[in-house]
């Protein structure tokens, strides 16, 4: 029997089904990640594997693992394989595009939110007994509606939080490594990165991140920002210079920052950015809804049964 290992634990359904077919290990533990030596332990015979964005899938893990066919990373992004190690070893790779766009675009424009009307601010005000009732400047934050708003990276999540802008009537500009024909559809302008940063009000990270990306947002570009400016990232937390920007907001070079990624994940409280004012943080939940992390893990699923049943892999990223 063909052998699959799932680093986290996922919905009961999916795995009856692979069940049937296929010996399954599953990592049980909820909330801690499969250990380095665990995996490497796992995989040794394993012909498919269903991994976090947390588990290394590298030349050392590829080596180890002589039978396998196809990993399937729940997630869109993926980062944490080498992807040319694994052509080398003709190991598919699949992720899981699609399913999360919406959902995850709905967490940019959440954070986007948050962080011009000071949300997390009021409510722990409030949550700390000392709101002293009802003043004309009181929390006062910064409209979304009518303004600029940047988008670094224009897939398919940059689009659909795009296709949400138009609702609030806002400018959108965009940098990307080629025009996009839907940004175009709905009015966004491609642009120098350089002129995105100066001229938008939010600046919105959801590219993917490659060598190319990496460390993208640094001192120099958040100079470029204008002062009032919030930067929201959504993409990967290695977009950042992480000490740039907390510099940044601290010394208001820029109005404020709304985060769901960390170059190392998790963060804790030692963290830069934990306690400065005018940051939102999130813990890495971009796709987290029930329905969509359902449809991540099918999708998974779905790849890995396709391909070690000898067809083709319903998402490859190569
Ligand atoms: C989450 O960060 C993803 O890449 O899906
Ligand atoms: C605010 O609550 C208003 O009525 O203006």
């Not at 997390?120 to 709101?131: K, Y």
């Not at 934990?274 to 999708?299: D, F, W």
Request: hydrophobic share 45%.
């Amino acid at each position: 029997m063909k052998k699959v290992v799932i680093t986290r634990n996922i919905n009961p359904d999916m795995l009856q089904k692979l069940r049937k077919d296929f010996e399954v290990i599953v990592w049980e533990a909820d909330e801690q990640p499969m250990p380095r030596e665990k995996f490497l332990a796992e995989t040794r015979d394993a012909h498919a594997v269903l991994t976090m964005l947390s588990d290394k899938v590298d030349e050392e893990m590829l080596q180890n693992a002589p039978e396998l066919k196809v990993v399937a990373n729940l997630a869109v992004g993926f980062d944490n394989i080498d992807l040319a190690a694994a052509e080398r070893r003709e190991v598919v790779i699949a992720n899981t595009p699609d399913v999360l766009t919406e959902t995850t675009a709905e967490l940019a424009f959440t954070l986007m939110l948050t962080s011009a009307r000071r949300v997390l601010e009021a409510n722990q005000e409030l949550m700390d007994g000392e709101w002293s009732g009802w003043s004309p400047y009181h929390m006062a934050g910064t409209d979304v509606f009518g303004k600029t708003i940047g988008i670094f990276g224009m897939g398919s999540i940059g689009v659909s939080f795009a296709r949400r802008l138009k609702g609030f009537n806002c400018n959108v500009l965009y940098h990307n490594r080629s025009e996009s024909e839907e940004a175009r559809a709905l009015g966004a302008k491609l642009t120098s990165f350089e002129s995105m940063l100066e001229r938008s009000d939010f600046v919105l990270c959801s590219a993917p991140l490659t060598n190319q990306t990496k460390h993208t947002f640094d001192k120099k570009a958040f100079s470029l920002m204008k002062n009032s400016a919030h930067f929201i990232n959504i993409g990967r937390g290695a977009h950042v210079v992480e000490a740039d920007l907390a510099e940044a907001v601290k010394s208001g070079e820029i109005g404020g920052a709304a985060l769901d990624v960390y170059e190392n994940e998790p963060i804790g409280a030692d963290h830069p950015f934990v306690g400065l004012n005018n940051m939102t943080l999130l813990p890495h939940i971009g796709s987290a809804s029930v329905a969509t992390r359902n449809n991540m893990m099918n999708l998974c699923v779905n790849n890995i049964m396709e391909v070690l049943n000898g067809g083709q892999a319903i998402t490859p990223v190569q």
